[in-house]
């Protein structure tokens, strides 16, 4: 099981470089940042970390076509792909935040994301490209300086009908804060595409952004949790049942706002919510155990890998050199095939 790193998206390119190269150190396979509004630009700030590395794996999550239009994308992503020698990565997702503060309403999201990834791997191969998509249209690209191995290109679905459309032409898939049981529903949509295009259900990547906090004492480790509820699948309706009772969902629901607001001004306090509900969210879904409770964490991991995980994207938060290093130490080995 391949174990990624997430980090912070507003760090400089210098801080990169070293989480980066700390990863690779302790034997992660890729390093992650998330592709936000108002965050650096993930493809430029990636260079000194593309440059000065060698074997770990690095890009963004997620850019959409509705903020970059494919050509461009392909084009950051292919220039970075050749100053990392062939280990850049990327999700490709529908909307985001970015979208949403740029005003524009997706619409035909799934066939959009399928030509944005369409076009990138066209780009990718180093010939012309013509493409005439329902959406999008590319005349006259023509990469001939491409020298390396083309970049994978995840597609970011948490729904069945993006699930099932980029399992057949996608390099792999990332899904968003799914706890293990949830993975299990995922596989049943990704799977059956799979293996309708003949594509190896066993090998194919599935990955999982999953938020972690782990610390020394479960106070802190909650406290970090509560702040980051509100970016949390988990906490919104096709997904909260799968971590409290309908009861307690309403609960969440009728406070959402306690969530963002939290978010928004990095405070542990959640009105509205009682703390049980809200230990309920962290620990099941998210990792927020104590390092001496370290091995609960590795039996969570484990599970993730039994019901269809082959890849698991860990977004780090404060010290995130310590969580690097604990992770290498206790995750990466007892996960390896």
């Not at 969440?252 to 009682?274: L, M, P, R």
Request: proline residues 5%; glycine residues 8%; charged residues 25%.
């Amino acid at each position: 099981m391949r174990i990624d790193i997430i980090l912070e998206s507003n760090n400089s390119s210098e801080t990169v470089l070293r989480l980066g190269k700390l990863a690779e150190e302790v034997g992660l396979g890729g390093v992650w940042v998330s592709n936000l509004n108002d965050s650096r630009d993930p493809f430029i700030n990636f260079v000194p970390l593309a440059m000065g590395s060698d074997r770990i794996k690095l890009g963004p999550i997620a850019v959409s076509p509705f903020e970059l239009h494919p050509l461009k994308m392909a084009s950051s992503l292919i220039t970075l792909n050749e100053m990392a020698k062939g280990r850049a990565q990327i999700v490709v997702g529908a909307g985001g935040g970015t979208v949403g503060v740029m005003g524009i309403k997706p619409t035909r999201i799934v066939r959009a994301v399928r030509e944005c990834v369409e076009i990138i791997k066209a780009a990718a191969t180093g010939k012309p490209v013509q493409y005439k998509g329902e959406i999008f249209k590319v005349r006259w690209y023509d990469p001939t300086w491409i020298e390396h191995q083309p970049p994978l290109i995840y597609v970011g679905a948490n729904g069945p009908q993006m699930l099932a459309s980029a399992a057949r032409y996608a390099d792999g898939i990332m899904v968003s804060d799914f706890v293990p049981e949830r993975v299990i529903w995922a596989r049943e949509h990704i799977d059956p595409a799979l293996e309708e295009v003949g594509r190896n259900v066993d090998t194919f990547p599935v990955n999982n952004f999953w938020a972690w906090h782990v610390k020394e004492s479960k106070e802190e480790a909650h406290k970090e949790a509560r702040i980051w509820l509100a970016v949390r699948g988990t906490i919104y309706d096709k997904y909260i049942r799968d971590v409290v009772s309908d009861e307690e969902a309403k609960v969440v629901a009728e406070n959402i706002w306690s969530f963002i607001n939290a978010y928004h001004t990095k405070s542990d306090v959640i009105e509205g919510v009682s703390d049980e509900i809200l230990a309920k969210i962290i620990d099941h879904g998210t990792s927020a155990s104590t390092i001496a409770e370290i091995d609960r964490e590795v039996e969570r991991m484990r599970e993730f890998k039994r019901n269809g995980l082959n890849e698991i994207a860990i977004r780090v938060y404060d010290n995130p050199a310590d969580s690097i290093r604990l992770i290498g130490e206790k995750i990466v080995p007892a996960l390896k095939d």
